[in-house]
């Protein structure tokens, strides 16, 4: 049965969306409760290589900690390449070199005194037998340390854990680093389709098309000037990173991944417009399809038609964003938005 305590290992590769989803998880634990009666509480960041290498993304989990004043948060350090080694160079670095566009000036932090020695890896193995059921692991980067974990403690591991919650793949084959795969499926391929086919539940997934497609109605110029204002070392730190990542590229809209996908897990029923179950795989060999995300569209929902597999994920679909504007304002520190009217 579960609990109404949730535990969250939140797997992350540090750039700004992934902080957003950090800053919201560790703002829910001062709510009295979330719907439906739940609590939360991040029992470890684990990072991963993803928008910069694991050693970046590390001290950008133990920056972003300090700006919240939460050092007492365990930061795991976890798996700096890909299951199989890429034979492409990644060079377009939407986040910059180190995660954050290289803007300085970040809390002093030190790896040698504050991250953990265990490696991210063991500790999510660890922490689901020591919780049985009640760990949920938000996955908001590459999955290289999750698809490692099975491989290490196989049915062990995936008997202990609780729900698994994906920012990552596609719906329609829309991509955003190559032309049909999404930047978290594309960094490791491999880690993706061990963790679909081997989840002992459908996992619920906020694919690329539902993030970028979604009428979430946050402008730029509200991102960077209204809830930029707020005068919080956070969102001081993250406005600098994303005024410098966003304005020279002309964007308008302001969206943030990472966060939709932490405010679909805290806030389920609000921000869930839309979602199915399906079988879903990924592309290991397409020449031009390598790291999709393939859907079962012929039976939609139950079974694979060609080879009887179940559902193995929730596709969410479509998003609410009038909740998701309050959840980020609230996030964000902004005085007047009211987080007590989404929580019944």
């Keep these: 049965m579960e609990t109404k305590e949730r535990l969250v290992v939140y797997d992350c590769d540090i750039g700004t969306d992934d902080a957003w989803g950090l800053a919201m998880m560790l703002r829910a634990e001062e709510l009295p409760a979330l719907p439906g009666g739940r609590s939360s509480k991040v029992v470890a960041i684990t990072t991963v290589q993803g928008n910069t290498d694991v050693v970046n993304g590390t001290l950008n989990a133990l920056r972003i900690l300090h700006t919240l004043d939460r050092r007492d948060v365990p930061v795991f350090k976890g798996c700096a390449d890909p299951i199989v080694p890429r034979t ?4 377009n670095r939407f986040h910059g070199v180190d995660g954050l566009n290289d803007v300085g000036n970040y809390p002093e932090v030190s790896l040698e005194q504050e991250l953990q020695p265990e490696h991210a890896v063991n500790a999510m193995y660890r922490l689901a037998n020591q919780h049985p ?17 099975i491989n290490l403690y196989g049915q ?3 008997d202990m ?6 920012l990552g793949g596609n719906m329609y084959a829309k991509g955003n680093v190559t032309k049909s795969a999404e930047f978290n ?7 993706a389709h061990i963790t679909l086919e081997r989840v002992p539940r459908p996992a619920l997934v906020v694919p690329w098309e539902t993030c970028i497609d979604g009428d979430f109605g946050i402008t730029l110029d509200w991102r960077l000037n209204d809830l930029g ?3 919080h070392p956070f969102v001081q730190l993250l406005t600098r990173v994303e005024r410098s990542m966003l304005e020279p590229r002309g964007f308008q809209k302001w969206i943030s991944c990472d966060a939709l996908l932490t405010a679909t897990y805290l806030f389920p029923g609000e921000m869930i417009a839309d979602q199915r179950e399906y079988y879903a795989t990924v592309e290991l060999n397409g020449t031009h399809t390598r790291g999709q995300m393939v859907l079962d569209h012929l039976r939609g929902r139950k079974v694979d038609a060609i080879h ?8 969410v679909r479509r998003l609410n964003g009038e909740p998701f504007r309050t959840i980020i304002a609230w996030t964000g520190f902004l005085k ?3 987080i007590a009217q989404l929580i019944v």
């Design 88 to 91: 492409w160079a990644y060079t």
């Design 229 to 231: 204002s707020v005068d």
């Design 161 to 166: 854990i609780g729900g698994v919650y994906m």
């Design 336 to 338: 007047q938005a009211d």
């Design 308 to 315: 009887g597999k179940k559902s193995n994920v929730r596709i």
């Design 185 to 191: 499926f594309m960094m490791d391929p491999e880690a």
């Design 156 to 158: 062990a591991f995936l």
């Design 133 to 149: 059921g009640q760990v949920d692991f938000l996955l908001c980067g590459p999955l290289t340390n999750f698809a490692n974990c």
